[in-house]
């Protein structure tokens, strides 16, 4: 009966009468088909052909030789490759055996103890995601650089300076953090109750109990949550591009290739050889998690810490430390953003954002930094909510789902670089009928949506999966239209998470630079891309000043996202209320 309430208003006294499924309506049938292949289709021109371009550039002949892997060969026999690619492990390594202990405690701390300002320390530890990670970069060279507040200490500790390795493991470790402690709390959040209630009873130990339960229990959220930080940090290009100094990694490589020497051949080569490790670590996580989910029992009891005096000041200081930390980083950005000569003059002035928003004419960049958010979070979640719905809740075109899969699952593993790369090589081809796109602002937003479709995609196939098909099944015998259980029972139970990836397309398309570095035009400039140039031409203090301004655009829509997340709460999930 709540089924034909919501399907049918007008009739909510009559008798639901049982029937034998029937055929849908075909019409609707073709209606569904005609959005798969829309989806597709999209997927195929942002992420596909780009990728085949790419292929195409890196293994087309060069000059004097007809060999398809000349250029390949070519740039493997340099020893800068090799130095690059050392550089880029080696960082990458020791970010993740750096964070992956950090983000662990911190998460054992939120989810094991029972101490005290647990979301305010929480929501600390996510603030470097409403943050490009130049902003990371930009704060240690106010900290550490040859002019840095703490120059003395970073060279007591051993360090020549902050621009190589040590700067950009340190930037990086502060930019994946978040992402590596949400895994590892969603690792730690599905223990057993049950095995630490045996232990007890055996009289063991709390760090054998600790090794024994809590490790194995969590090990493919650690596996997991290393494999994704590593990715990070080998295709990030931000922080090496501000603090690596001379010290070269591919992603940096990549865009002196292309930007610097316009060589795009050898630009495809590199791009190719920085996406076979996040190929490699996307296989293995997507592995692992598939692992995971078996490991779940319904008979499993929730664990529920309890209070421990000293465990849980213990806990305390250690959050405390991490989260001072975090606001130390991002308090020198702010506060470096109003000094007016640094360090020579330290009183507080507004000129940088002058000298950023209006001498240097870069409220623009701003504003089109805000258009393509509002662009991608408008657009984005409406394509992946229509392809996750019907790839979840219709029938037909069965060979096609398999691919289309595979395509929303993809642009996990590409990096925004390489992505970016295999427009222009897409786009710009003269052949191509879609050749009007390039260098316009809606190839901005396609590749945006692109690149970050496959968590949207992810989140929403969860929320779909929670719906019974029973709806879809009494629908069809009802002879009611599938837009119409869409409109009325799907849509409002999805709503909390359709707001969810809305606001992570719009906070990720404020900070996102690699996936548009190779895109922007001089009338689409964006404000990540606008931080990189004003530290290309040392203005480094109107750099901070339009990183903070990024940070602030990002913090006042996530609070009005928050809002508008309560609000659906309450309007369209008061059915998961117990009853009174």
Known sequence: MLLKRLLFPDQAGAVLVASAPRQRVHWTDRIAHLGLLAVAALLLVGLIGPLLALLAQAFRPTSGDSSHWGAFVSYLGSPALLQSLGHSVFVSVLVVLLTLPLAFGFAYALTRSMMPLKGL????????????????????????????????????????????????????????????????VTALSLADARLYEAADALGTTRWRRFFTITLPGARYGLISAAMVTFTLVITDFGVPKVVGGDYNVLATDVFKLVIGQQDFQRGAVVALLLLAPAVLTFVVDHFVQRRQMALL????????????????????????????????????????????????????????????????????????????????ALIGPVVVFIGAYLMEKTRGLDALRPLLRLMAMLPMAVPGLVLGLGCIFFFNAPGNPLNGLYQTFALLVLCTVVHFYTTGHLTLVTALKAIDPEFEAVSASLKVPFYRTFWRVTLPICLPALIDVSRYFFVNAMTTISAVVFLYTPNSKLASVAILNLDDAGEIGPASAMAVLIVATSTVVSLLYMALSAWAQRRTQAWRAPAH
């Not at 409403?130 to 990371?136: D, G, Q, V, Y």
């Not at 507080?348 to 930094?369: C, P």
Request: aromatic share 14%.
């Open 121 to 184: 320390f929480r929501t600390i530890s996510l603030l470097p995601l409403l943050a490009p990670s130049l902003l990371s970069a930009i704060s240690l060279i106010y900290w550490f650089g040859n002019q840095g507040m703490a120059k003395d200490f970073w060279l007591a500790l051993g360090f020549d300076g902050i621009y190589g390795a040590s700067g950009i493991v340190l930037a990086e470790c502060f930019a994946v953090f978040p992402h590596t402690l949400m895994i590892l």
């Open 297 to 376: 029992s319904a008979r499993a009891v929730a664990l529920v810490p309890r209070r421990a005096p000293g465990f849980d000041a213990l806990m305390t200081a250690y959050c405390g430390l991490i989260a001072a930390l975090m606001l130390a980083m991002f308090g020198m950005a702010v506060f470096a953003s109003f000094v007016s000569f640094w360090p020579y003059n330290l009183s507080l002035s507004l000129q940088h954002y002058t000298m950023g928003l209006v001498d240097a004419e870069l409220g623009d960049a701003l504003i089109n930094s805000l258009k393509l958010a509002a662009s991608t």
